[in-house]
């Protein structure tokens, strides 16, 4: 079978996504889908993503980390598929789909390639010890450093991630630096078991823990940068819930082609 595949990148977050409906992959092969995001062996990707129809939403999400296995959500994702079904013209300026934490809703710009995302609300924050830890859609650890473009991203995220807390079920960790006039970003994904250039729903977990922290409240703009660009978060907060959180960045197509022979 011939699959027919593009390839979309959100602030340096880069995915695989696949028209479901044209490529009607029956059994989703936990292997392929690792060996087609592999930076050596395949097209290179932080996650591939299926775009299916859906009776009641606009699509559905369907997304698997790098490692090859179903991920929870991606904010980043999420904001590249919506780019890609507005690309095949299955929507036009805005859109409600189906993803695995729920239904979520968003804004394309003129250009199709800025997109701001829904995301879920948040009710609970915790702490382990100095760090936050809350649930965006996917789990987040969320610590404060200093100087951290020197930080040992790999290795010091590696470690919380896989700590007798977070083993079993996994953690992304971010690491946030407080520049005044936005956050500096970085983040150890779970399912890449590596950096990645930004992670959609770790930043909107940092924007939450730092108004928290900073015992913030009311309708609160974060201006973010991350290794591959800048991201914006907007929500509403009244010391206990953030409500009308979105997700805002770039999502672009970088190209697409096709795979042969792939054993579906
Ligand atoms: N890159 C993502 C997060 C993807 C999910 C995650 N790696 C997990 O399953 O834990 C984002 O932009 O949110």
Redesign the pocket.
Known sequence: MKINFYKYQGAG?DFILIDHRVSPVKNIDYELVAQLCHRRFGIGA??LMFLQSHKDYDFEMLYF?ADGKP???????GRCIVAFAKHLGIIDKETDFLAVDGPHHARISESGEWIDLQMIDVNTINTDGNAFVLNTG??HYVALKEDLQNLDVFNEGKSIRYNETYKTE?I?VNFVEDKGDHLFVRTY????EDE?Y?????VTAVAMAIANYKNQTGHIKTDIKVLGGDIKIEFDYDGKSFTNVFLCGPAKLVFEGDVSNVPL
């Open positions: 977050n932080d996650g980390n991920g929870t959500m991606c904010g980043n994702g996917s789990p996994g992304n994904e779970r399912g890449v990645t930004a992670c959609g729903t770790g």
